[in-house]
């Protein structure tokens, strides 16, 4: 049984597009988080959501929308793609102090 | 600044062949250490979660200690399955993480 799932797996499309990368997670964590990782691999927090709420938002391009429907969803729209913005988003979630819980990733290419 | 520093960056071993990988950290109020071994095309999957300085977390060959500007995550005896980029992060604030950049281990047979 998946606890934190991404779809979808693999996302390639052209610059200037806007794409949705969804996340569940059956934890019943009250956090979840988006993550970016690079090509070297470097792991970096773009937004945090505790209860539906907006808790981090990580100087990032406002080209990016994350929407928290209920605690167990959390999406993240991405408007007019840039070449940039390939790499590898990772969806979390975790409970108060415990370690996060990581999604499988959705390799996102910009073309 | 909040910062966290992995080293070594790359590290092969022989099965076998116990080591140590480092994680020196910088954070205003360290709420918890967090390590994470992530395979290769999958998301980082959690270790273990460190508090204060002097604990110690165990989970078959890898053992995890930490002090108040570093942590270790000691591997005895590896296995070739032991291989993987292994994470150190630390959590500064309630909801936010700083993450290192890793380290790749690569076991020999």
């Known amino acids: 049984d998946t606890a934190v799932s991404q779809t979808p797996k693999y996302l390639v499309t052209q610059m200037g597009n806007d794409k949705s990368i969804k996340c569940e997670q059956n934890l019943g964590h009250d956090t979840m988080y988006w993550y970016k990782q690079d090509s070297k691999k470097f792991l970096k927090i773009m937004f945090s959501?505790?209860?539906?709420?907006?808790?981090i938002n990580e100087t990032v391009p406002n080209r990016f929308s994350p929407k928290s429907p209920d605690k167990a969803h959390l999406n993240l729209h991405i408007n007019s793609l840039e070449l940039g913005d390939s790499a590898v988003y990772f969806c979390?979630?975790?409970?108060?102090?415990?370690?996060?819980?990581f999604g499988p990733g959705t390799r996102l290419t910009v073309t | 600044e909040d910062q966290v520093t992995q080293s070594p960056e790359a590290l092969r071993l022989q099965e076998g062949e116990s080591s140590s990988l480092n994680c020196s950290y910088t954070?205003?109020?360290?709420?918890?250490l967090f390590w994470y071994r992530q395979d290769p095309g999958k998301g980082p999957e959690f270790l273990f979660t460190?508090?204060?300085a002097g604990e110690e977390k165990e989970k078959e060959r890898l053992k995890a200690t930490l002090t108040k500007k570093e942590s270790f995550l000691h591997i005895t005896a590896p296995k070739p399955e032991d291989s993987a980029t292994y994470l150190c992060a630390v959590q500064s604030g309630t909801y936010k993480y700083i993450f290192g950049t890793g380290t790749r281990l690569k076991v020999l047979a």
């Open positions: 959501y505790n209860n539906k709420e907006l808790i």
């Open positions: 460190l508090y204060s």
């Open positions: 954070v205003s109020g360290l709420r918890g």
């Open positions: 979390a979630s975790s409970q108060s102090r415990i370690g996060q819980y």
